[in-house]
Nanobody, 116 residues
Framework: QVQLVESGGGLVQPGGSLRLSCAAS????????MSWYRQAPGKERELVAT????????DYADSVKGRFTISRDNAKNTVYLQMASLKPEDTAVYYC?????????WGQGTQVTVSS
């Protein structure tokens, strides 16, 4: 079965950096686009970044462009989200996502808190 396991969240000061990882299993990782979403308290879940199967094309939400970088290692079945210049408004639970055979799969999420 499809499994997505995120890691790397934590507490960081404004202006700091974090790298999130999502280990995938249960499907042919190298054939599918992967995405990161986030959900802040009291807000809807929003798309943060997407990377296509080959890694050649990446899209970002306007709010994170220039600060976040999505990447993948198809040999390790892992997708990453490098976050820099973090702001308090980046505080949220971050989720890994894949659409596989028209079904949506989510990880359990990892908490990112940006605070001094």
């Amino acid at each position: 079965q499809v499994q997505l396991v995120e890691s790397g969240g934590g507490l960081v000061q404004p202006g700091g950096s974090l790298r999130l990882s999502c280990a995938a299993s249960g499907f042919t990782f190298s054939m599918y686009a992967m995405s990161w979403y986030r959900q802040a308290p009291g807000k809807e879940r929003e798309l943060v970044a997407t990377i296509i199967s080959s890694g050649g094309t990446r899209d970002y939400a306007d709010s994170v462009k220039g600060r976040f970088t999505i990447s993948r290692d198809n040999a390790k079945n892992t997708v990453y989200l490098q976050m820099a210049s973090l702001k308090p408004e980046d505080t949220a639970v971050y989720y890994c996502f894949v659409n596989y055979f028209r079904n949506s799969y989510w990880g359990q999420g990892t908490q990112v808190t940006v605070s001094s």
